[in-house]
């Protein structure tokens, strides 16, 4: 398995990261044992990077590694909080419930433009102390869109004069790591072109950031265009590893072989490119809008009173099945 630096942070991962969002419960639902042991086989297989986030819920199935692995992966969470006590609280969270003194990684969660990051900055600075202290190892932030990518690299680089002009880029100087959406197509964009996402992507990681990306396959939309895909992501030299979601051991092998090269058995691409995943609403949906509400992506809507999944636009992540008080959506 290649393995990379992320950018000035000085910390190396495998260029596989796996994600765990496909193990909460609105995906599939599995047990910290289930999803532990996948993580573990993944280990065995070389990938060490392991991606969560408060949301998700998965931070039981991380501690199951930790607690039975034979080595310690890096790990990376995130966080929507705004404020030094949400932070705080975060961080605490986080320690308490994988049972780890030092997290690797520590993101604030989607960040959509400039004023966002800048409304999050007194969370951003209480993750900078945490740093200074030794209790994280370094910081940074995930985005659907283009303009904090760039917003995050002129901070970096000490300007002023663009996104920043008549706002204080502040503690965002001193950011380590960016987690961006970036597939071929730029399917789930808020803003920009997947070309525009490219170039600042590339621009950032010139600036010393280091970059893991996510959603190469676009949800799932992308299946139809898998190789293109898959090339365009691993083509990425600027990209030091992939996030990705596996549910299953044959989905592991597949994705360790393409990211080291290796030829996909025939047999083994048909069983994991065959299984299509989709955004199940129930018939009890009363149509109350917070799920459109909470996807940035515009992948669900309401028609005639209940809510429908837009295709194309549907990442598949279940962060609408989060804020569903019926829990009437999950991805199946």
Same mark, same amino acid.
């Given at each position: 398995?290649?393995?990379?630096?992320?950018?000035?942070?000085?910390? +190396?991962?495998?260029?596989?990261?796996?994600?765990? @969002?496909?193990?909460?419960?609105? /995906?599939? &639902?599995?047990?910290? $044992?289930?999803?532990?042991?996948?993580? @573990?086989?993944?280990?065995?297989?070389?990938?060490?990077?392991?991606?969560?986030? +408060?949301?998700? !819920?998965?931070?039981? %199935?991380?501690?199951?590694?930790?607690?039975?692995?034979?080595?310690?992966?890096?790990?990376?969470?995130?966080?929507?909080? #705004? &404020?030094?006590?949400?932070?705080?609280?975060?961080?605490?969270?986080?320690?308490?419930?994988?049972?780890?003194?030092?997290?690797?990684?520590?993101? =604030? %969660? +989607?960040? +959509?433009?400039?004023?966002?990051?800048?409304?999050?900055?007194?969370?951003?600075?209480?993750?900078? $102390?945490?740093?200074?202290?030794?209790? =994280?190892?370094?910081?940074?932030?995930?985005?659907?869109?283009? !303009?904090?990518?760039?917003?995050?690299?002129?901070?970096?680089?000490?300007?002023?004069?663009?996104? #920043?002009?008549?706002? *204080?880029?502040?503690?965002?100087?001193?950011?380590?790591?960016?987690?961006?959406?970036?597939?071929?197509?730029?399917?789930?964009?808020? &803003?920009?072109?997947? $070309? *525009?996402?490219?170039?600042?992507?590339?621009?950032?990681?010139?600036?010393?950031?280091?970059?893991?990306?996510?959603?190469? @396959?676009?949800?799932?939309?992308?299946?139809?265009?898998? *190789?293109?895909?898959?090339?365009?992501?691993?083509?990425?030299?600027?990209? &030091?590893?992939?996030?990705?979601?596996?549910?299953?051991?044959?989905?592991?092998?597949?994705?360790?072989?393409?990211?080291?090269?290796?030829?996909i058995p025939e047999e083994l691409l048909l069983r994991t490119r065959s299984r299509k995943r989709r955004l199940l609403v129930e018939d009890w949906c009363t149509?109350?809008?917070?799920?459109?509400?909470?996807?940035?992506?515009?992948?669900?809507?309401?028609?005639?009173?209940?809510? /429908?999944?837009?295709?194309?636009?549907?990442?598949?992540?279940?962060?609408?099945?989060?804020?569903?008080? *019926?829990?009437?959506?999950?991805?199946?």
């Open positions: 398995m290649d393995r990379r630096r992320l950018g000035h942070s000085g910390i +190396e991962v495998s260029r596989l990261c796996y994600g765990t @969002l496909s193990f909460c419960a609105a /995906q599939a &639902d599995l047990s910290p $044992e289930q999803g532990g042991d996948l993580l @573990l086989y993944a280990q065995s297989l070389g990938v060490d990077f392991f991606d969560t986030a +408060e949301i998700y !819920e998965t931070y039981p %199935h991380i501690r199951y590694v930790l607690r039975h692995g034979a080595a310690r992966p890096v790990v990376c969470t995130k966080t929507y909080a #705004w &404020d030094r006590a949400g932070a705080a609280a975060s961080v605490d969270r986080a320690r308490r419930e994988m049972d780890l003194d030092v997290i690797d990684l520590f993101l =604030l %969660h +989607e960040q +959509e433009t400039t004023l966002t990051l800048h409304g999050h900055r007194e969370a951003f600075a209480y993750l900078l $102390e945490c740093r200074d202290k030794g209790i =994280l190892r370094a910081v940074g932030i995930s985005t659907h869109a283009v !303009e904090p990518v760039r917003a995050l690299t002129e901070a970096v680089a000490g300007r002023t004069d663009g996104y #920043w002009a008549g706002l *204080d880029a502040g503690p965002y100087r001193y950011a380590d790591v960016l987690h961006p959406l970036l597939n071929v197509a730029g399917i789930g964009l808020l &803003d920009g072109s997947a $070309e *525009d996402m490219a170039k600042a992507v590339r621009e950032a990681h010139d600036a010393g950031i280091g970059v893991f990306g996510m959603k190469m @396959l676009g949800g799932g939309n992308l299946l139809p265009r898998f *190789d293109e895909a898959v090339a365009f992501a691993l083509g990425m030299d600027c990209t &030091d590893a992939y996030a990705v979601g596996m549910q299953s051991r044959d989905e592991i092998d597949m994705n360790v072989a393409l990211f080291e090269g290796r030829p149509g109350c809008g917070a799920c459109v509400a909470r996807c940035a992506s515009g992948g669900i809507r309401i028609v005639d009173g209940r809510a /429908q999944p837009v295709p194309d636009r549907c990442l598949l992540c279940g962060y609408c099945a989060a804020v569903c008080r *019926d829990f009437a959506i999950k991805v199946v």
